[in-house]
């Protein structure tokens, strides 16, 4: 029983710390990285749906949940209104299908 209760709490922390918990920022000093939001898709970095549960922000996939403290989360984003002064070019999709990387490049900006 010890064994079982062991491998199914390093499951759920294995779990939790790949998810993708987003804690939006009002300085730009307390982020991670600064995103900015764009107009279509095809301009974006990463297709971004934004999930009802935390249990659905798994991986590096495009899958956020917002959490209300930045203590819960796993990065800290500023949004600017510039694309200029942002690292992480993103679009909000209404779909999970289409959330996902267009530029791989910027992949480690997530981890």
């Known amino acids: 029983m010890k064994k079982l209760l062991v491998v199914l709490l390093f ?13 939006s920022t009002d300085s730009k000093y307390d982020a991670d990285i600064s995103v900015y939001v764009a107009d279509s898709k095809y301009d974006a970095d ?16 495009g899958l956020w ?10 990065k800290k984003i500023f949004f600017t209104s ?3 002064d942002a690292d992480l070019i ?3 999709t209404d779909s999970k299908y ?9 992949i480690h900006l997530m981890y």
């Open 65 to 74: 949940f917002f959490v209300e403290s930045r203590y819960d989360a796993k």
């Open 11 to 23: 499951t759920l922390c294995g779990y939790f710390v790949h998810s993708q918990t987003v804690y």
């Open 98 to 106: 289409d959330a996902g990387w267009r530029k791989e490049s910027k």
């Open 90 to 92: 993103i679009y909000f």
């Open 46 to 61: 990463l297709v971004v749906y934004k999930c009802s549960s935390r249990y659905d922000a798994v991986d590096n996939k």
């Open 82 to 84: 510039s694309k200029y």
